[in-house]
Nanobody, 124 residues
Framework: QVQLVESGGGLVQAGGSLRLSCVAS????????MGWFRQAPGEGRDFVAA????????YYADSVKGRFTISRDNSKKTVYLQMNSLKPEDTAIYFC?????????????????WGQGTQVTVSS
């Protein structure tokens, strides 16, 4: 069983920054592509960002490109999401997930384990 625990959410003013963290319990964390998704109230869960097992290749939703940065520290089994220039429309619950199947380039699907989520609220 893989456990993913997110932290770092909170309330921030528009233009501010937050850094989310996601710690994994699995010994095999280093082998997997990891992703961040978000779900706004009344909406579906949307892809935000992903990066491959060694952090060399990253993928972003157009809505966050240039503002968010995904990274990982395999020695700590942790993946991060640095969020800058936050906007009210970034308000959502943010989830990290492990991509358990499918090619890395199909980075929006194939996630098999999910964290419980952390709330991010951006005030205008």
């Amino acid at each position: 069983q893989v456990q993913l625990v997110e932290s770092g959410g909170g309330l921030v003013q528009a233009g501010g920054s937050l850094r989310l963290s996601c710690v994994a319990s699995a010994r095999t964390f280093n082998s997997y592509t990891m992703g961040w998704f978000r779900q706004a109230p009344g909406e579906g869960r949307d892809f935000v960002a992903a990066l491959n097992w060694n952090g060399i290749r990253t993928y972003y939703a157009d809505s966050v490109k240039g503002r968010f940065t995904i990274s990982r520290d395999n020695s700590k089994k942790t993946v991060y999401l640095q969020m800058n220039s936050l906007k009210p429309e970034d308000t959502a619950i943010y989830f990290c997930a492990r991509k358990g199947s499918g090619p890395e380039t199909d980075y929006r699907v194939g996630y098999d384990y999910w964290g419980q989520g952390t709330q991010v609220t951006v005030s205008s």
